[in-house]
């Protein structure tokens, strides 16, 4: 996911405080904030997917010799990205 112009690491610590990590409330404030810049019309959703691969990472499984997600995928996940998002 790019980053979105003048919102850095404080920054970004800074927004997630004020909207308690609500991902809309804070795109919204960066929109409304003159001296950032414009959010991409798929960032939200390329912010999803990134939660996703992180939170569902795929590890590799020693007793089965396989890969699989690190934590069981939803059934919501699987049915809108497939079995990897």
Sequence with gaps: ??????????TALRLVDEHDGDVAAILQAIEDDPGLGAVPA?????LHQA????RYQTVYDRGT????????????VV????AAP
Excluded at 1 to 10: K, T
Excluded at 42 to 46: A, L, S, V
Excluded at 51 to 54: A, G, I, M, V
């Design 79 to 82: 049915e809108r990205y497939g």
């Design 42 to 46: 798929d960032y939200e959703e390329k």
């Design 65 to 76: 010799r396989t890969t699989r997600p690190l934590r069981p995928l939803p059934e919501a």
């Design 51 to 54: 939660y996703l691969t992180f």
């Design 1 to 10: 996911v790019e980053s979105v112009d003048g919102v850095g690491l404080m």
